[in-house]
Every structure is written in structure tokens, then in C-alpha cells.
């Protein structure tokens, strides 16, 4: 029986004059089959020991050996079935497909390699990574996302009469709460972010605040998904197709039942659009993407000087120094 490759993190497995070549795979690469290349990192922190592992390049889409195995969800069906674009959910950019990339025997030239073996910096590779990555997705490609999502569900609202009811008020209120608080974390992030190392001349994101944004939203946008089901109502996933409306037998039963403030045409537009995140990848993806909540979790715990705020809280409370 044949036994399975233990190695599965991307890792060398043959040094060469010209370059390297590595086995492995990357697994919920999202975007990568449509990128013309991808920066590869090492999964963790390595050890010693574990220098094949601590390896970072660039590798062009299409290379010999790289195999990308794509994800297949309702979605995909959906695209491949519908007559044309505008009946989907996203009709302009669709849904992001993501994929398991998978390194058989790729080579590597040196000049697309950029960390080869050496361990002890691998981990303060994927720390740096980590942090601007949580700033942008808590409050840059997220919260771009809810507004949106916002958006929509504000024209849900008014095409079914009820924008002024207190209750869609403040649950709408709510959204733009969760949202603008994301992205006041992720300002603060970049404009109190520092040279690291000093002398580089690269600048990161500050830490506390860029944690706080993912995890910000990674509540937050389950939040903002729960008001548009709320808002948009049972329509959001009980529509008929919108192809209906093109059907000479149901057409009109359609227009008629389907109207409300707005026309049945506009309703069910945005009524898909809202289906596209509420029943949707998004809670998840966003929950998941630039790590759990619970990485972020143990960051802001670590990074919090507890000596600084424990001295504040004695000085006003009269508390000698122990």
C-alpha cells in the first residue's frame, strides 16, 4: 500500500547552481489561479531542523509542475448554468475562487527566491506578513464589502417601503457602526505604523491596532450579514429566478406579486445580490481569512503592556509600587 508524503508543507528538496526546486502544496489560496504570481512563505515560525521548510519565492501561474485544484461551490454551478451574467448575484465580478496549489518538483531560479533555510527568520516572516494582512482584510477589503452590503440593504428597504420604520433604522445604524469602527482601526493602523527594522525604509502597520480591526469585523461582518437577511427578508432566499421574468406564462404573475415600492425587476436584482453574501462564502472566508479570530486574540493579549496600564491604574487608585 502506498503511504502518504509526510512533507506536505512547501519544502527544497534539491539545491541547484541556477535555482531550487520544491514539493508541497498551499491550500486555500484564493485568487491564485487568476494571479499572474504568487509570493510563497513558509506555513510557520521553523526551527532547527526544519530549513527545507523556511523558504520563500515568487512563482509565475503556469509553471511546470504547479497544479492548481480549484474549489467547486453552488456558485460555480450557478455560473456555468445561468444564460448570462446579470442573473447572478455579483454580475460584475463574480465570486473569488480559491484553490489548492500544489508544488510537484518546481523549480525556482535564485533570483525569484528570497528565504532559503534560514530558519530563525521565518517565523518574523510570517509575523509581518500577518499583520499587514489582518489590517487590510478587517478594514480594508471587509469593510469595502459592507458598504456594499449596506448599500444594498438600504435599497432593500426602501424598495419594500419600510426605510422609515424605527426597527430598520437602527439595525441599519448597527451596520455602519460595525463597519466604520473597522475601518477606524485600520486608519489607525497605517497612520501609527513605524520603520521595521529601523533604517530600512519599510514601514509596517502598527499591531494592536491592525488586530483589532480583523477582529473587529470578523464578529462584526456576521453581524452585518444577519440585518441584510433581517432587512432584505425571506425574499433574499426564497426569489424566483429572475428569469421568470422573460417567461411568457409566469411573467406577469411575477411582476404582480413581486412589486412593492419599487418594480418586481428591481426587487429581485438586489434581492440576489444580497443572497450572493447572505447565503453566500463571505461569513466564513471572513472569519477565516488573515487567520481565525483566536490568532488575533492571543496577539492583542501579547502585545498588550499590562505593566503600563496596571502602573496608571495604582497611580489613581493611590496604590503604592510593589
Known sequence: MEQEDP???????????????????????????????????????????????????????????????????????????????????????????????????????????????????????????????????????????????????????????????????????????????????TIAAALKGHEEPAGSGFFQPDDIFGNAAKLTIADGFWDILKWAGDIGGGMAVTMPSELELENPETAHYVRKFMKASAPAEQRLRIAKFIQNWCAGLHGAGTWHGAGSPMAQKMALYALTNFEEKKSLARSLAGLREE
Open 7 to 185: 512533507d506536505v508543507y512547501v519544502h527544497v528538496v534539491e539545491k541547484r547552481e541556477d535555482g531550487i526546486v520544491v514539493r508541497g502544496a498551499k491550500v486555500s489560496q484564493s485568487g491564485a489561479i487568476g494571479s499572474h504570481e504568487t509570493l510563497v512563505i513558509a506555513t510557520m515560525g521553523m526551527r532547527q531542523g526544519e530549513e527545507d521548510f523556511a523558504v520563500a519565492f515568487a512563482v509565475p501561474n503556469g509553471t511546470e509542475g504547479l497544479t492548481y485544484i480549484c474549489q467547486y461551490t453552488p456558485f460555480t454551478a450557478e455560473r456555468e448554468l445561468s444564460p448570462d451574467v446579470k442573473y447572478l448575484g455579483n454580475p460584475l465580478y463574480g465570486q473569488r475562487e480559491t484553490c489548492i496549489m500544489v508544488f510537484d518538483n518546481v523549480f525556482i531560479p535564485w533570483e525569484h527566491v528570497f528565504m532559503c533555510g534560514e530558519a530563525k527568520y521565518s517565523g518574523r516572516l510570517v509575523a509581518r506578513f500577518a499583520k499587514t494582512h489582518r489590517m487590510n482584510c478587517g478594514g480594508a477589503c471587509k469593510v469595502g464589502f459592507a458598504d456594499l452590503i449596506i448599500g444594498a440593504t438600504q435599497l432593500a428597504a426602501e424598495f419594500s417601503g419600510v426605510q422609515k420604520a424605527p426597527h430598520i433604522v437602527e439595525k441599519m445604524t448597527d451596520m455602519i457602526r460595525i463597519n466604520e469602527t473597522a475601518r477606524a482601526c
